[in-house]
């Protein structure tokens, strides 16, 4: 370390060459992936080290934005940018006089709100927390471009992090794309991560599936075999693949490594069946003519991939039902009433659960996608037919109820969906069906529909505030009145009145 360092540092768990700049904007692009709110990154070097210069394009590259002005804070010492994904803060403690004034420039703060990269870290002594990320950065050879970074940091979760990262590029590199720029992209509710991909040729989609082995905690893997959520990400590639062949537009698989579990596939854009924050109805119609002639069809219980091995659809069973409407019990419930539900109440949530499931038994079956709603239907502009949409998020399929995914549309869980558009819209599935075949079943159709939206709705409230309470996500909360409205909504349906006596003694 530099003699005007005072810290005692680790042993770096990561030390790299670059040749150049390019390589060293493409480091930096690697650790913006993986940056977190709370994060500290301190880097550290002599004059003339690069630290500006990997600072610049971290920012830029964590902004989206490659003409970014990021200047340079040698006299305000701090410069907030505030981006989407959350506020980076760059600190140049150059012209710090004395340690304490870290504390008058608002670190802490900075870093509640997001996160704060740090040059000339030396200068703040033993203010800087433990976990922070320390980046070294030297030059082995005078008059050269190349420059090596070590990483070092007492948190065990930066190596990791660091890990996934570079890993990703390899991956890239593997097919000839480790040249090309990663950036962040918002994905689903689970684990996995997502990030666009940009090379010259293309834009893609990478998605990297981080349940193989023992990533997950034996609680969450339990969990997901219980309801049947993917574990493989073969799930992904079988029923992309199935619907493409059939015409429906699911993204094309350019590569993968399923045993690493990435997955490079097709951008379809970001434009759903939502515009200005509300349903538009054509595109919901769409959407719903899109599930009338995805249920007029007969679905295979297994795919094969290319290579021979098989991916079997699981059933989706009455214990995976039961137990996703649970969810309402395990973790809505202790929300609002601040107490457990107790097994009596327990067994009666089960028992009128089972009696509803017992009322649909002769309801069409099929392939269910699981979360057919707005943030998974991507609009086409342009496009004809079946292509006007895109289907993403698809490696939960199972074979149930079709009526679920009607219900998933109808009660979207992340945009309102009027009573009158629902209405509008069941009346375009039922009304498409009867024109594909004659014996389509209304009544039965109608019947599924208010078990399968009320099922849905259930455990989408228990979702809802797992991830605010378990994974520190609060603003899933927000959802929470319309979801109510909507189970208000579907439990006045025909049938479910037992259920609605229930939900509404112990709801609230």
Known sequence: M??????????????????????????????????????????????????????????????????????????????TY??????????????????????????????????????????AEELLPADALWVQITQPEEEADKRRFSFFSESPDWRSRMEQSLH??????????????????????????????????????????????????????????????AQDSRAVVAINSELRRRGFLAPEIYAADLESGFILSQDLGRETIVRDGRPDPERYRVATELLAEMHGQSWPE???????????????????????AALFLDWYVPHVTDRNADEAMRRDFEDLWQKALDAITDAQTGWVLRDYHSPNLLWQEGASGKNRVGLIDLQDTVIGPV?????????????????????????????????????????????????MGAQRVSKILGIFVRLARRDGKPAYLSHLPRMLGYLDRVLDRPGLSDLKDWYNRFRL
């Open 2 to 79: 530099p003699d005007h360092d005072l810290r005692q540092l680790p042993a770096p768990f990561l030390s790299l060459e670059v040749i150049d700049e390019a390589e060293t904007r493409r480091l930096a692009n690697d650790l913006a992936l993986v940056l977190k709110p709370g994060d500290i990154v301190c880097l550290s070097g002599d004059l003339g080290a690069g630290k500006s210069t990997f600072t610049r394009a971290l920012l830029r590259s964590f902004a989206g934005d490659p003409e970014l002005e990021v200047p340079s804070p040698t006299f305000t010492l701090v410069q």
């Open 302 to 324: 297994a795919v094969t991939l290319e290579g021979g091995s098989v991916h079997s659809v699981p059933i989706y069973s009455r214990a995976a039902l039961t137990a996703e």
């Open 168 to 229: 990703t590029r390899r991956f890239l590199a593997s097919i000839k794309l480790g040249t090309a720029e990663r950036h962040f992209l918002a994905g689903d509710a689970s684990l996995r991560s997502f990030e666009t991909v940009i090379s010259d040729e293309a834009t893609a989609v990478l998605m990297r599936w981080p349940f193989q082995g023992d990533a997950v905690p034996d609680a969450v893997r339990t969990y997901m075999q219980t309801v049947h959520l």
């Open 82 to 123: 505030e981006l989407d994904r959350f506020d980076l803060s760059h600190f140049d403690l150059y012209r710090l006089e004395d340690p304490e004034e870290l504390e008058e420039l608002g670190l802490d703060d900075l870093v509640e709100a997001g996160a704060a990269l740090i040059e000339w870290p030396e200068k």
């Open 403 to 451: 009526a679920y995914d009607v219900a998933s549309l109808l009660l979207d869980a992340r945009v309102d969906v009027s009573r009158d558009l629902e209405t509008a819209l069941f009346e375009t599935y039922v009304s498409t069906r009867e024109k594909q075949a004659s014996g389509f079943d209304r009544a039965s159709f109608t019947k599924a529909y208010g078990v």
